[in-house]
């Protein structure tokens, strides 16, 4: 992760354009800049630049789990060794069915995401992937049974915390 100095400024006018893009990312850019009150050449120039400078990534479709066969959603907390996490994070992070890694401090040293087809898939990354690498010393499963997901991100760009 990158630190927040390496990034590109940002503006009042690309919080505008960060904020529509974030509300509906398939705007075109007239469209966008419409809405963000400034020139289509104005909205190209910022958003390449915002690119460039690592503040925007790459645009991904946001698609349904359950619609691709996805159906089961599970964090996984995993306990590893003291010091392996660097030796495990390519291991880790080709996880079948991963969707967001993270460590954390506590009990756990990281958590893992992952979108499997059903409980024996699952029970394949846990026994098979997980508790087959040498510096993971247990996990614990915990299944999600319904989500809702909130866009801390667009807050940040409206002002918000």
């Not at 789990?65 to 030796?87: F, K, N, T, Y």
């Not at 996880?95 to 401090?105: C, R």
């Not at 915990?142 to 915390?161: H, K, M, N, Q, Y």
């Amino acid at each position: 992760m990158e630190s927040a100095g390496r990034f590109a400024a940002v503006d009042d006018v690309d919080r505008r354009l960060l904020a529509e893009l974030r509300r509906d990312g398939r705007q075109s850019v007239n469209e966008l800049a419409g809405t963000a009150n400034v020139s289509r050449s104005t909205a190209y120039q910022r958003l390449d630049r915002l690119r460039d400078g690592g503040v925007l990534g790459p645009s991904v479709a946001e698609v349904e789990p359950a619609a691709v066969g996805l159906d089961v959603a599970a964090l996984i907390l995993i306990d590893l060794e003291q010091g392996s996490w660097r030796d495990l994070l390519e291991d880790l992070r080709s996880l079948p069915g991963l969707e967001h890694l993270a460590f954390t401090t506590g009990a756990f040293d990281a958590v893992a995401l992952v979108r499997v087809s059903d409980v024996h898939a699952l029970r394949d990354v846990v026994l098979d992937h997980l508790l087959g690498l040498e510096s993971v010393r247990s996990t614990q499963t915990i299944f999600v049974l319904d989500e809702w997901r909130s866009d801390p991100i667009a807050a940040a760009l409206l002002g918000g915390t």
